[in-house]
Each structure stands twice: as structure tokens, then as C-alpha cells.
């Protein structure tokens, strides 16, 4: 295979892009061949990708077909795309610029990257606030919104979003929008929803049915996205009200779906959801664990950008050290930051087994009625964490503890019994995994076992794009997975206030 084209009889034993440029050389029409312009092309490719999938094109580029063949002596680039049930040719062109783009859409953060499908390499990512927090910062409550006769305008605030991002993708990269041939998108079931324009109404009201569960292809142009038309836009499938596509790519992106022997898969964002299992089943729970790592909820939390805070070491005398991702100037404590300063502010002594404040020290301030500690102060930026964010972050990380604690124990099985722990999600670039089991957030789990994966969902809507291979592999993990409500699960409510303390009222249940 060359650059950009398929000179060679393409084999399904290499993975398949779900879009990519075909360069092909057809047979003129003769008094002897009067096959038509389209039967003609379809048939070169069928027999070039020696596929018996069946091909079509859309009616666009069928109408363009014959103009362009004849003026362009029957070469062309074939923009082909891969469905799960057939083969789409998708545009015909003289050139094999060709890109598409995969979006996770979380409900606070908007993340995406822009790939050259010619030769499947990642050109940018970027990601920016996903726009709907201007009416809400948890889906409950846009869901509620919705509900009362918004949906149309969070979804066009969505998908506003999304376009921006994508206009900043090609700005920075010099691709031009009519040049991105395809989509990939990951979101939980609201948000996946809400970027389609379907109701939402009857996701929180038992017994909790989704529109829809699978989304399969969708055109660019019925979405609303500022792509080609003619695109096609997968959505990742949700396996329940609380089991989103974002999870499913997570899955993929981990691999635990191939594993052996039982491993976790920890996603920690607005929301955190535990994925226990292995090849043969797979046990979901999902709940608020997550808010107190993020921006909104936190008054210094925020995701792992430039200038945020990932790592902390407090000295004698109260003296904080810390560590930045980039090296920039500090503009506030993402998720892994913010369990190493709640684990080093305990050590210290700082704060008690109840997240209260007990020692005296320089860096100890109040403020309308309310203590903090102070982080970082440079005249111009001061950082402060304070009694009620300390409160918040106790609450997510008992109910993160308890998930895991449930999820391993339904299941008759012990900590020590886990094969790997793969960690998603709101821990930005990584976990400090000794600090974490400090305070008793995860398990006393040989470090060895952790693996720290950054955004699991994004990068399983990566690998569905330069592998269409894996939608077989998607439906496969959407029938084994079994949804277990945490919320409102006895023994949940039974463990969660032993672990709203530092690292718990019994440290036996940490013990591997």
C-alpha cells in the first residue's frame, strides 16, 4: 500500500479504516463493456477490496459521478467508508486528502482530535467546556431542562460546541471542513441524546428507557456538524440510562474486555463509573463520585490543562510544593493533584480523619466565616482550598471506595483477586496510587496492577477509526455487560459513611 491509495487487493486479515482513499483506474466504456458509470465502479472496488460486503453510494455522488469520470479519464479517489453492515462510497475526488474527526463528549468538557486518514495519523487534539453548563452543570439537571421545553436549545448549544471545536481543529491544522469524511463520538446515554436531538424524558423516571440504544451511522448534514455532508457519524451505543458510549470505548479503549482473569476499569469525570469483569462478563455501577474532582463543584478543581496542578508535596512549617502540567503558572488542582493535597494535607496533620482542620500553621486562612488552606499565592493568582471543597471531595472519594468495595464483594470476590486496574477520567495525567490508598480512596492494590489510560473514551473512538474491525467487537461487549445501580443499593448505603473518613473507620476492608 502506498501513501493514500490501495494499489494492492485489499485483505481483511489488516485492519479496515472506517474511511480512508481508494485510487482507482477504470475500464472506459466500449461498444463491448456498456456497463453503467456506477455498476462499473462498484464493481472495480469490490473486486479490488476482494470483499463480497455489499457497496453503494449516495445519491449525491451519484449525480456527480458521471460529469467527473469522464473529465477526469476514469481515475479517481474513491472516499470509502466502512458501516457495520456495508461499504459506502461516500464522494469521488482527483485527490486523497482525507480526514476525519472522533469527539468525547462529557458533560462538563468537549474533547477531540483530527486525524489523516490517508495514512491514519492523529495532526491535533483539543478540547474545550462543553457549552451546556451555561444552563447546567450535572445532567439531571438538563435533563430536567429538557423536560420543561429546552431539549432544542441544549442540543443546539451542543452542537454549537462541537463545531467550534472542530473550526479551531482545521484552523490549526489548515483543513479545510469539506475535506472530513467521518465521525466517531463517544458521550454517556443523555449526552449522546442530547447531540442527536432525541427525547430524553423518560431516561430518569424508572424504569429508566432510553430512546434508543444503538445510534449506528448518521450524515453529517442530518446532525447538523460542520463536516461533508455526506459523512457518516457513528455514536458509540449505550448499554442502559447510566452505561453510556463513553464506558463502551472505555472498555475497548482498556482491553478488559479481552482479559483472562477479572480486572476494574476506574473512570472518574462528573460522574464515575466502575466497569468489574473480564472476557467472559462484565458488572457496571455508576453514580455521583466525581463532581469534587472538577471544576464547578470544587472552587479550585478543574481538568488537566496546562497551568493545572497534578502534583503536591507539603514540607515542614506547611511549606507546599508542587507541580504543574507544562511548567505553567498555577491556575488550579486537577484530579490527581487534588488527591495528593487532601493525602499530604493528612499526613501533615493538617486535617483530621474527618477532613477538619487541626493544626495551626501560616497557611491555615479564613475568609467570610470559612477556613482554607492556602496553596498557592502570587499576588495575582491565590489558590485556596477550603472546609466545605475538603467536605465535597470526602463524599466523592467514599463513594468511588464504596463502588469498588459493592461492586467486588457482589460478585464474591476480593480486591486481591483483581487482575488489573485501569484508572480513567478526572485523574488528569496520572494517580499517585501510595497517596490515594493513603486517604482511602482505592483499595491497597499492588501499584504494579495500576495503569493509567487519560481519556479511556477518546481514545476508544481513536481506535475505532483507523480499525472498523472493532464494531463487531462493540456489540460483543454491549451483550456482556450487566448494570448494577449503586445509588440505591443496601449495601452501598450500609458501607458509604465508614468511608466518608480518612482512610476509613476500618482500614481492613482497604487490605488487597
Not at 303 to 322: H, L, P, T
Not at 489 to 509: Q, R
Request: net charge neutral; glycine share 8%.
Amino acid at each position: 500500500m502506498t501513501s493514500g491509495t490501495w494499489e494492492k487487493p485489499y485483505s481483511y486479515s489488516f485492519m479496515k479504516p472506517l474511511v480512508f482513499p481508494f485510487n482507482i483506474k477504470l475500464a472506459e466504456p466500449s461498444s463491448s463493456d456498456k456497463r453503467a458509470d456506477k455498476e462499473r465502479l462498484i464493481e472495480e472496488i469490490s473486486t479490488r477490496l476482494n470483499t463480497s460486503l455489499p457497496i453503494d453510494l449516495c445519491l449525491k455522488t451519484l449525480r456527480k459521478l458521471p460529469v467527473f469520470l469522464r473529465e477526469n479519464n476514469f481515475s479517481a479517489f474513491a472516499v470509502i467508508s466502512h458501516t457495520d453492515k456495508n461499504i459506502m462510497i461516500l464522494d469521488v475526488r482527483n485527490d486523497d486528502r482525507i480526514y476525519a474527526v472522533v469527539i468525547d463528549i462529557g458533560t462538563t468538557n468537549l474533547a477531540a482530535s483530527l486525524y489523516n486518514m490517508k495514512t491514519s495519523e492523529k495532526i491535533c487534539s483539543l478540547e474545550h467546556e462543553n457549552p451546556q453548563v451555561t444552563l447546567g452543570l450535572d445532567v439531571l439537571t438538563r435533563v430536567h431542562l429538557a423536560m420543561a421545553g429546552k431539549a432544542d436549545e441544549l442540543h443546539k448549544l451542543l452542537i454549537d460546541g462541537l463545531n467550534s471545536l472542530i473550526k479551531k481543529l482545521c484552523e490549526s491544522s489548515g483543513v479545510a471542513y469539506s475535506d472530513i469524511y467521518a465521525g466517531v463520538i463517544a458521550g454517556n446515554t443523555i449526552m449522546s441524546h442530547f447531540f442527536a436531538n432525541l427525547n430524553v424524558s423518560n431516561i430518569p423516571i424508572e424504569p429508566y428507557i432510553p430512546t434508543c440504544h444503538k445510534f449506528g451511522f448518521l450524515k453529517a448534514s442530518e446532525l447538523g456538524i460542520n463536516i461533508h455532508p455526506e459523512s457518516l457519524i457513528y455514536i458509540y451505543p449505550n448499554a442502559g440510562s447510566y452505561v453510556g458510549g463513553d464506558i463502551i470505548s472505555g472498555i475497548l479503549s482498556s482491553g478488559i474486555y479481552k482479559d483472562e482473569l477479572p480486572s476494574l476499569l476506574i473512570d472518574v469525570g462528573t460522574n464515575a463509573e466502575i466497569v468489574l469483569g473480564c472476557k467472559d462478563w462484565m458488572l457496571v455501577g455508576a453514580g455521583a463520585a466525581g463532581p469534587a474532582l472538577e471544576s464547578g463543584i470544587s472552587e479550585i478543581g478543574m481538568r488537566a490543562i496546562d497551568g493545572a496542578i497534578y502534583s503536591v508535596s507539603i514540607e515542614k512549617d506547611c511549606e507546599v510544593k508542587i507541580k504543574t502540567i507544562g511548567n505553567k503558572e498555577p491556575i488550579g488542582v486537577c484530579g490527581s493533584g487534588m488527591i495528593e493535597l487532601i493525602s499530604e494535607m493528612f499526613q501533615a496533620g493538617i486535617i483530621n480523619r474527618q477532613g477538619k482542620f487541626q493544626k495551626k500553621c501560616p497557611s491555615i486562612v479564613e475568609q467570610n466565616g470559612n477556613r482554607g488552606f492556602l496553596i498557592y499565592n502570587s499576588g495575582s493568582k491565590t489558590l485556596i482550598i477550603y472546609d466545605h471543597d475538603i467536605e465535597n471531595f470526602l463524599r466523592s472519594k467514599a463513594a468511588m471506595f464504596t463502588f469498588l468495595y459493592v461492586l467486588t464483594r457482589s460478585v464474591g470476590m476480593r480486591f486481591k483477586d483483581i487482575h488489573r486496574v485501569y484508572i480513567s477520567g478526572a485523574f488528569g495525567g496520572g494517580i499517585n496510587a501510595e497517596k490515594a490508598v493513603r486517604i482511602g480512596m482505592i483499595p491497597a492494590i499492588d501499584k504494579s496492577k495500576i495503569i493509567a489510560l487519560g481519556n479511556s473514551s477518546l481514545k476508544g473512538t481513536e481506535m475505532l477509526l483507523r480499525n472498523s474491525d472493532l464494531l463487531t467487537d462493540i456489540d460483543s461487549i454491549c451483550k456482556l455487560i450487566t448494570y448494577k445501580e449503586m445509588n440505591t443499593e443496601s449495601e452501598f448505603m450500609k458501607e458509604f459513611p465508614g468511608a466518608l473518613f480518612i482512610p476509613h473507620t476500618n482500614p481492613e476492608v482497604l487490605k488487597a
